[in-house]
């Protein structure tokens, strides 16, 4: 049977496969990207933050971008040339990957406190140098922190006396205990960080406001997770038979 007198299941699986893999590659080649970024910068704001044993943002961004774009190009490669090695290459990948996140998901349940212990231990580290230009790389931090609490509605940590605790060069100048302008209610353009009260300011701090987030929209995670693993399944089902079709075209070559 030639590649023209293939059924529309067949065209239709190469051309899904080809279009899935052009965005994996996209993906892949943005965070391969930005790890090289942050592995270079001269700061060295990411390494300094995020390293923890073997957990190097840089350096698991560039080998997480590396293993994406090898995937899809096996796998547009392989639709595309119809070229039956790299077709069986991505559907192991694809298997591998499947495999890691059931991994991943059973660690993350498993390691929840360290995890939570971690990103606790981060945060802080974060508020203290929230307006430290040396050690804030293109005001990040900031950025990231005003971020969280306008988005979330909290303030600090576990609440507003983070700050002058955890920074007290910038928050707790000759006793004055301060917060940054994003814990304002009312905005930034508010200015009312400079003599905070439970009325002007934020209480609730972002620990407690992202868990709550996270509960009440845990139907929405658990539907993307759904699709996310369909989505595997069903390339992968495609894939398989797509290399099933070339198979059987090869046989009845000879």
Known sequence: MASEDRGCCDKCAKGFIMMINIVIILIGGAILGAGIYWQLSPTGF?????????FNIPIVSIVV????????LCGFLGACCEVLFLLKVYMGFLILIMLVEIVLAVGCVAMKSKVETYAEEKTKEMIG??????????????????????????????????????????????????????????????????????????????????????????????????????????????????????????YETF
């Open 65 to 72: 971008g590396s293993l994406l774009l090898l995937v899809g």
């Open 129 to 250: 140098y929230y307006g430290d230009e040396t050690k804030d790389e293109a005001d990040i931090i900031e950025d990231t922190i005003d971020a969280i609490q306008e988005n979330f509605d909290c303030c600090g940590l576990y609440g507003p006396n983070d700050w002058p605790n955890w920074n007290p060069t910038r928050y707790n100048v000759s006793g004055i205990r301060t917060v940054p302008d994003s814990c304002c209610k009312e905005g930034k353009d508010s200015k009312c960080a400079g003599t905070p009260t439970s009325d002007t300011i934020f209480t609730a701090g972002c620990k407690a406001s992202m868990i709550n987030f996270v509960e009440s929209n845990l139907l929405y995670v658990g539907i993307a997770a759904g699709v996310i693993v369909l989505l595997q399944i069903s390339i992968l089902i495609m894939a398989s038979k797509f290399r099933t079709t070339i198979e059987d075209e090869s």
């Open 46 to 54: 990411y390494k300094e933050v995020f390293n923890h044993d073997i």
